[in-house]
């Protein structure tokens, strides 16, 4: 079956749609407890009026009812160890903030705790402001025996922000807590290159052909007693790690020497067979993203892919299943694409899920096979999505005509998001979008469009509504006249229905540009293709 991406509240999604013990690894990195708003930010190509850009989400938490929901569904999930956590901790920290934070996360955990096999890790990734609670947390849903490392990761270079009054050590650090459903889990050791001055120090002598090599001891570790072999080698009788056979072999094979007549044979042992050193718990080697960076999308909280690479890569084979419940811009999605994993995404927001849809459209090509669910397939659903969150509709209704969504509730003079686009002699400017989901439109919103454009200075606008427009709407796009550009005429101002989208049309407008960076192609062997061992745990 192919992979899925869900559009959703990721607890919902998880009870819904995945069954138990069906997931082989699980990374999650969830908005921190950092009381930050953190928005995208898409340059305007014209300059004209202000940037556009989107609140992807808003990690300012607040106690109310959803984190007192959270903690009746724990009490009554039979986990008394968590139960008993949750209570202490609300009566230590009080009904604040960071216990509505810890609330959600732990409902979550123990879903994802559920749909993992025995085989599976979960790798949580945090700050350290929470990393403490939530180890508690962990410890109470996977057992404490189950915690395997917490790994500190480097997330960013030195800086200081002495000048502006801080009072505290640089923080460059991430914490990524790992753990296992079982003793039995899923490993592959990933090992990183030896230090240069080790190597220089300790493989100083090479081949003719440039081949780096040490010489090893190769007696045996505590002689007799050990049940080590004693015989003659090279005129030298001594206790041998190896049996007399094994030892004639690798004499045949020139791989013992001895550097003067009398001295004890050594094992000459290659630095290039030599795996390198096993990779530890502090991360200090993957690259960090920053505006020079070629794999940068735009989006606030992106990961390296190397990092997502090596936690997919140590915890998981060909063809297992990787969920990612916080997905944002698909970074593990990614990976696990990349490295021939099957997957399973899930986000909150349109805004997250156009940008992993067209990620893994520009890495992998239209032949990437994946599944979007949760966002509108038809009329009826794009309806009933603009009378749920007519927000989120407007998201979703931009990306859907090649554009993308303006900042907050509230837009400007209904005004919901802009489209970038060629113009002469490949300049590249930027049109308006006024998305409308209820039924009640009329000229006046149209005139509105006419006067923000007129005032912007943009040359074109796209009205699109859920509803038929009316006769004096289409009157007041057709008085803004035509355009022409050197790939022909277009309406100024065009009205463009929900209608018309699931017709497969599209509104006529110049060539479009994406408002985000392209994700470069990604090279997968052959052997990184998703195998066909079964489907999805949906």
């Not at 123990?110 to 790798?123: A, C, F, M, N």
């Not at 890569?313 to 916080?326: K, M, R, Y």
Request: charge should be neutral; glycine fraction near 10%.
């Amino acid at each position: 079956m192919v992979n899925r991406l869900y559009y959703g509240d990721n607890l919902d999604v998880l009870r819904a749609h995945v069954r138990d013990e069906t997931v082989d690894l699980v990374y999650l990195d969830p908005p921190f407890n950092s009381n930050a708003t953190y928005n995208v930010l898409f340059k305007s190509a014209s300059g004209n009026g202000a940037d556009a850009s989107i609140e992807a989400f808003d990690d300012t938490w607040q106690w109310g009812p959803s984190a007192n929901n959270a903690l009746m569904d724990i009490a009554q999930s039979g986990n008394h160890k968590l139960h008993v956590l949750m209570q202490a901790m609300k009566t230590a920290i009080g009904e604040n903030a960071m216990m509505a934070y810890l609330s959600m996360m732990a409902v979550r955990l123990q879903e994802l705790h559920r749909v993992l096999k025995p085989t599976g890790s979960l790798y949580l990734h945090c700050d350290p402001t929470a990393s403490h609670y939530l180890k508690l947390v962990l410890d109470a849903v996977f057992g404490q025996e189950r915690f395997v490392n917490e790994i500190i990761w480097k997330r960013s270079h030195a800086h200081s922000d002495t000048k502006q009054g801080s009072k505290h050590y640089g923080r460059l650090s991430d914490t990524i807590l790992f753990y296992s459903k079982s003793n039995d889990r899923t490993w592959n050791p990933i090992f990183t290159p030896y230090d240069e001055s080790y190597v220089d120090r300790d493989y100083r002598r090479t081949e003719p052909d440039g081949r780096r090599y040490r010489l090893d001891n190769i007696q045996g570790p505590g002689g007799a007693d050990k049940g080590n072999p004693f015989y003659e080698v090279m005129g030298v009788s001594r206790h041998w790690r190896y049996s007399q056979k094994k030892m004639d072999e690798l004499i045949e094979a020139g791989r013992i020497v001895q550097t003067s007549p009398g001295t004890v044979p050594q094992y000459k042992r290659y630095l290039d067979e030599m795996p390198g050193i096993p990779l530890q718990n502090i991360w200090i080697d993957i690259p960090i993203i920053n505006n020079r960076s070629k794999e940068l999308l735009g989006y606030p909280t992106q990961k390296p892919i190397a990092l997502l690479e090596r936690i997919v890569s140590a915890s998981s084979n060909e063809g297992d299943v990787v969920l990612d419940p916080f997905c944002g811009c698909g970074t593990a999605v990614d990976a696990a694409q990349k490295l021939g994993r099957r997957w399973i995404g899930i986000d909150i927001t349109h805004l997250a899920i156009g940008m992993i849809e067209k990620r893994l459209r520009d890495g992998y090509g239209e032949a990437v096979e994946f599944e979007t669910v949760g966002v509108p397939k038809d009329w009826a659903s794009a309806k009933k999505l603009a009378v749920d969150d007519p927000h989120q509709f407007q998201h979703w209704a931009c990306w859907q005509v090649g554009g993308f969504p303006l900042t907050k509730k509230g837009g400007d003079k209904g005004i919901d998001g802009y489209f970038n686009y060629l113009s002469a002699g490949g300049a590249i400017e930027t049109g308006v979008i006024s998305v409308k989901a209820g039924d009640n439109v009329n000229p006046a919103m149209v005139r509105d469009v006419g006067r923000v454009m007129q005032r912007d200075g943009h040359k074109l606008g796209l009205f699109l509504c859920a509803a038929l427009p009316t006769k004096g709407m289409e009157a007041e796009a057709d008085s803004h006249g035509l355009v022409e550009t050197e790939f022909g005429r277009f309406p100024a101002l065009q009205i463009f229905t929900l209608s018309e989208l699931f017709q497969g049309k599209k509104p006529q407008l110049p060539p479009l540009l994406s408002p985000n960076k392209k994700a470069a192609r990604v090279e997968t062997r052959a052997t990184h293709k998703p195998g066909a061992q079964g489907g999805l745990p949906l």
